[in-house]
Each structure stands twice: as C-alpha cells, then as structure tokens.
C-alpha cells in the first residue's frame, strides 16, 4: 500500500525524488537571484562585462520569480521549463562575453560550464515532470462544426437584404478616383 504525502499530492505526481529537485531547483533560483541583484557590478566585473550590470540584475529578477513560482505552484513542470529557457538565455548572454579582448575569458568559461550543469538538471527535472504529470483533458473535436447556428443552407443568401450602416460607408472624398464622384456644389461667394 503505498502512502499519499501532502507533498506529492500538492505536486500532482507520485515521484517525490523529483519533487525534491524541482523544491531544490527553486530554492537555488532564489538564491541565484538574490546574488545577481545584489552584487551585479561584482559579477559584471569578475565576467568581464560591465556596463552589463542592469541585465545582470534583470535576470536575477528572472530567477527569483521563477524560483517562487516552483515553490509556489502545485504542478512546478511549466516552472522548471521556464528555467530551461532562462539558462538557454544566460549561455547566450555568456557567449557575447567570449571575446578574444576579454580578460575574464576563464571566467566566462566557468561560468558558462556552471550553467550548462544545471541546465543539465533543468532539462532532466523538467522532462521527468512532464512525463508524470497529469495530461489535460483530451483536445476537443469540432472538426464538424461550422460556425453557422442556423446550418449553411439557411445562412446562403440571409445578408441579401442587409444595407451598411452610413457610418461604416466610405466618405466621398476617401472614395477611390476610379468611382464616379457625386457632384461637387458650388461654393456660396461671399
């Protein structure tokens, strides 16, 4: 007989094992974030990319409220694919600092293998979450609908009789010149 903890049935699957490193991942987001909003001009510097250092803070806001939204939600999946596109972003804004004229190349190269580890776990949490998850209802079939309330027969014809409201016409003097233009009245002279 197996056992339901508040934790899995929070979650909405049975693998607590991945449950744990989703909360893991969360918690490490957090903390990640704090770190680029707090010090962004010490990572930007330690990098070799200054002047960087409001994106570097941007993405610390990134991930603090990825990592809440892990903690937060019952099902973390869509959180966790989240954080895959976040490291997917920070590798590329890593690459731009790959320059030949950059000192702190080793460093990028370390930060960039860092992120590629985690992505790593990312990209396995996120695929185990999605394969346990529990599917949404089945797609709906409307293949034999038509949008008609009345059936095709009846609606064939039915806009015979309707007139455009004159605030729907085109103005006269928007017509295109191709159209007969109404006669023009003469000015009253003064």
């Known amino acids: 007989m197996r056992?339901?903890?508040?934790?899995?049935r929070r979650r909405g699957h049975a693998d607590t094992a991945t449950d744990t490193l989703a909360r893991g991942l969360g918690i490490f987001s957090i903390a990640l974030g704090i770190a680029e909003v707090v010090a962004p001009r010490a990572l930007a510097r330690a990098l070799g990319?200054?002047?960087q250092e409001g994106l570097i803070a941007g993405y610390g806001v990134r991930e603090i409220a990825t990592g809440i939204g892990i903690l937060a939600s019952k099902?973390?999946?869509?959180?966790?694919?989240?954080?895959?596109?976040?490291?997917?972003?920070d590798l590329a804004t890593l690459a731009t600092a790959l320059e030949s004229n950059n000192p702190k190349r080793?460093?990028?190269?370390i930060a960039m293998a860092a992120v590629a580890g985690v992505t790593a776990l990312d990209v396995y949490?996120?695929?185990?979450?999605s394969s346990e998850s529990p599917h949404p209802l089945p797609m709906q079939d409307y293949s034999d609908?038509?949008?008609?309330?009345?059936?095709?027969?009846?609606s064939r014809g039915a806009a015979k009789d309707f007139e455009v409201p004159r605030d729907f016409r085109t103005p006269e003097a928007m017509r295109p010149?191709?159209?007969p233009q109404a006669p023009q009245r003469p000015m009253?002279?003064?």
């Open 3 to 8: 056992y339901e903890t508040e934790r899995t």
């Open 49 to 51: 990319m200054r002047g």
């Open 75 to 89: 099902d973390p999946t869509p959180w966790i694919w989240g954080r895959v596109a976040g490291d997917g972003l």
């Open 106 to 109: 080793g460093n990028v190269g």
């Open 125 to 129: 949490c996120a695929q185990t979450l």
């Open 145 to 154: 609908r038509t949008g008609y309330p009345r059936g095709i027969g009846q």
């Open 177 to 179: 010149y191709t159209q």
């Open 188 to 190: 009253p002279s003064m």
